[in-house]
C-alpha cells in the first residue's frame, strides 16, 4: 500500500471539508502561527505546518467516530474517560497516520498533544500547543499577555498558556485530565532548572 503523504493542496482541502468554516479559518491561524513559532525557536517549519493543518481534522466528527477511532487504536482508551474536547486531538493522530499516510511521530505527537499537552513535550508538539491558543482569531482575556511571552519566551507562554486552560476548566466545574497537570509541573520544572 501506497503510504505516501498526499500532496498539500489535496490535503488542505480534505481537512477543510471536514470542518465548518470557522473552523477552517481557525485552523489556518494556527498554520501561520506555528510556522513562525517554528522559526523562532528552531523547531521544523514544514512540520509545524502539517501538524497544524491535521490538529483539528476530527474536531468537528459524531462522538461515535472519534470514539471508534479511538477504540480502534487501542492504545490510549483511557482518554474516554475524559473530557469529549480530548478525543478529537488522538482521533486525529490516529486518522492522520491511517488516512493521511503520517507517520512521522514528532508531527503525530504534535497533533495527539495539541489539547491536553503531557509531561516532557517535544519542541514541535510545545509549538503546536501554543500557536493553537493564540493564533489570531482567538480571543479571550489574557491572550495578548501569552502572544507577548511567546514573542521570546516559549515554555513562559506555555505556562501562562496551561494557567489559563486549566483556570477555565475549574471555572466549569470541568474534570482535569491527569496529563495536562503533569504538562504544567513538567514546565514549571524545567524553567526552575534553568534558571
Ligand atoms: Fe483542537
Ligand atoms: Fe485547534
Redesign the pocket.
Known amino acids: 500500500m501506497d503510504r505516501k503523504v498526499m500532496d498539500r493542496e489535496a490535503l488542505l482541502a480534505s481537512v477543510r471539508e471536514q470542518m465548518p468554516e470557522r473552523r477552517w479559518v481557525?485552523?489556518q491561524g494556527?498554520m501561520e502561527t506555528a510556522v513562525i513559532l517554528a522559526k523562532r525557536y528552531g523547531a521544523d517549519p514544514v512540520k509545524a505546518e502539517l501538524a497544524a493543518i491535521l490538529?483539528?481534522v476530527a474536531?468537528f466528527w459524531k462522538v461515535d467516530k472519534m470514539e471508534a477511532a479511538i477504540r480502534e487504536e487501542g492504545e490510549f482508551v483511557d482518554v474516554l474517560n475524559y473530557d469529549k474536547e480530548l478525543w478529537h486531538a488522538h482521533a486525529g493522530a490516529y486518522v492522520s497516520r491511517r488516512d493521511y499516510g503520517i507517520e512521522d511521530e514528532e508531527v503525530l505527537g504534535a497533533i495527539r498533544y495539541?489539547t491536553s499537552g503531557r509531561e516532557g513535550m517535544a519542541l514541535l508538539e510545545r509549538i503546536v500547543w501554543l500557536a493553537?491558543l493564540i493564533e489570531p482569531g482567538r480571543d479571550f482575556p489574557g491572550v495578548d499577555a501569552i502572544r507577548g511571552l511567546a514573542e521570546q519566551d516559549l515554555n513562559g507562554a506555555l505556562v501562562a498558556g496551561f494557567d489559563t486552560t486549566l483556570g477555565f476548566l475549574v471555572e466549569k466545574k470541568k474534570r482535569i485530565y491527569p496529563l495536562t497537570v503533569l504538562a504544567r509541573n513538567d514546565l514549571l520544572a524545567e524553567i526552575e532548572n534553568t534558571n
Open positions: 481557525h485552523t494556527v490538529h483539528d474536531k495539541h493553537d
